[in-house]
T-cell receptor, first 116, second 115 residues
Framework: GAGVSQSPSNKVTEKGKDVELRCDPI?????LYWYRQSLGQGLEFLIY????????KSGLPSDRFSAERTGGSVSTLTIQRTQQEDSAVYLC??????????????FGEGSRLTVL | AQKVTQAQTEISVVEKEDVTLDCVYE???????LFWYKQPPSGELVFLIR??????QNEISGRYSWNFQKSTSSFNFTITASQVVDSAVYFC????????????FGKGTRLSVIA
């Protein structure tokens, strides 16, 4: 499809395991964002990739979280040694240029992570 | 630092009523952008509007209207003659540094429109 694609849509894991979440942005979009949505907490910014610039990692909650974007396209968010508080919906978004200037972020449907 | 506050956690209205969703923002930048997004029960966020800090004209799009007031740092969203399909979580967001920063979102307002 032409939209932002995320996988898996649902992931249940045990505490302490590592998980990888994938985001396939819209072709040609240079900016890619990861957000986390917990119940009642709105959207929490995690990390932002813009072209070839160093990513803005200021939102990552701990060093257990990391993300990479290969070839300026697909991105993977990795959570190591998952904890129950990591349970949330992880949303990926992309935009043609930095989202504020371009006017619109396109969001995927999210990956729901449940840590038991 | 930038911040967006949506004080209303949940609102419930009867169909055909008008409803206003409040958004208050904080930033020291002079050039910034404000947004509203809708998240229906299906989960995918949908862009509604963007407004830059130099344009304080109110905007109307069908039953939707937005009131931007720099004096009170507010960017409120009104739905006129609400419908059941308007039921969703609505998020206000802010991008600063001339739009180069990631969007900062408020915690959202859950709107329920009852038939």
């Amino acid at each position: 499809g032409a939209g932002v694609s995320q996988s898996p849509s649902n992931k249940v894991t045990e505490k302490g395991k590592d998980v990888e979440l994938r985001c396939d942005p819209i072709s040609g979009h240079t900016a890619l964002y990861w957000y986390r949505q917990s119940l009642g907490q709105g959207l929490e910014f995690l990390i932002y990739f813009q072209g070839n610039s160093a990513p803005d990692k200021s939102g990552l909650p701990s060093d257990r979280f990391s993300a990479e974007r290969t070839g300026g396209s697909v991105s993977t968010l990795t959570i190591q040694r998952t904890q129950q508080e990591d349970s949330a919906v992880y949303l990926c978004a992309s935009s043609l240029n930095p989202g504020g200037r371009t006017g619109e972020l396109f969001f995927g449907e999210g990956s729901r992570l449940t840590v038991l | 630092a930038q911040k967006v506050t949506q004080a209303q956690t949940e609102i419930s209205v009867v169909e055909k009523e008008d409803v206003t969703l409040d958004c208050v923002y904080e930033t020291r930048d002079t050039t910034y952008y404000l947004f509203w997004y809708k998240q229906p029960p299906s989960g995918e966020l949908v862009f509604l509007i963007r407004r830059n800090s130099f344009d304080e004209q109110n905007e109307i799009s069908g039953r939707y209207s937005w009131n931007f007031q720099k004096s009170t740092s507010s960017f409120n969203f009104t739905i006129t003659a609400s419908q059941v399909v308007d039921s969703a979580v609505y998020f206000c967001a802010l991008s600063t540094n001339s739009g180069n920063t990631p969007l900062v979102f408020g915690k959202g307002t859950r709107l329920s429109v009852i038939a």
